[in-house]
């Protein structure tokens, strides 16, 4: 069946580790996207891109990188930078085009500093 | 800077009792707007999606919203909720084909009480 995959499902990371979240999509999706969800702030856009080997900052890219090598793919990396990385991370991807246009979700990761 | 606003951060209903949620979204030609719905620790489901034509839209689960352009709004509505309908509930926007940067409101948690 077709989806989103992201893994792990629970991430630990010590403090001033950079940390990889990965992304996978079987739908061929040009567009792929890493959000955050906290309590109370809705879904914030991180990183998104519409095509390989491109990729654009959201409103939050402070602290994380991307990297979009496959169409497939889209792996989200914490790194040391981010202040605060604790929160629950989503990952969607679109196929755009009119009415076809929707996002599909994987089912989060959520990631914990300790 | 284009933006989705949902009002309400938590709302309680009784089941069997109707159901609005409103969503706002700052003006931009030819919006594309939907509505999510997220259980806890879950991805996010898509309940309907509005590109054009009828502005009265029907979705999953017996949800409808409505497109108003004067009052740049698309609240999502249902006649009679139950009880699996208690989750929180996203307003998502798409500013136009080609520009893929899809951004979300800060839900709307929602309550049912028996």
């Known amino acids: 069946d077709g989806g989103i995959t992201q893994s792990p499902k629970y991430l630990f990371r010590k403090e001033g580790q950079n940390v990889t979240l990965s992304c996978e999509q079987n739908?061929?999706?040009?567009?792929m996207y890493w959000y955050r969800q906290d309590p109370g702030q809705g879904l914030r856009l991180i990183y998104y891109?519409?095509?390989?080997?491109?990729?654009q900052k959201g409103d939050i890219a402070e602290g994380y990188s991307v990297s979009r090598e496959k169409k497939e793919s889209f792996p989200l990396t914490v790194t040391s930078a981010q202040k605060n990385p604790t929160a629950f991370y989503l990952c969607?991807?679109?196929?755009?085009?009119?009415?076809?246009?929707?996002?599909?979700f994987g089912q989060g990761t959520r990631l914990t500093v300790v | 800077a284009q933006s989705v606003t949902q009002p309400d951060i938590h709302i309680t209903v009784s089941e069997g009792a109707s159901l609005e949620l409103r969503c706002n979204y700052s003006y931009g030609a030819t919006p594309y707007l939907f509505w999510y719905v997220q259980s806890p620790g879950q991805g996010l489901q898509l309940l309907l999606k509005?590109?054009?034509?009828?502005?009265l839209v029907q979705g999953i689960k017996g949800f409808e919203a409505e497109f108003k352009r004067s009052q740049s709004s698309f609240n999502l509505r249902k006649p009679s909720v139950h009880w699996s309908d208690a989750a929180e509930y996203f307003c998502?926007?798409?500013?136009?084909?080609?520009?893929?940067?899809?951004?979300f409101g800060t839900g709307t948690r929602l309550t049912i009480i028996p």
């Open positions: 509005y590109f054009s034509g009828d502005t």
């Open positions: 998502a926007r798409l500013p136009e084909v080609g520009n893929e940067k899809l951004t």
């Open positions: 739908l061929n999706h040009d567009a």
């Open positions: 891109s519409q095509i390989v080997n491109d990729f």
């Open positions: 969607a991807s679109t196929e755009t085009g009119g009415a076809n246009t929707e996002a599909f």
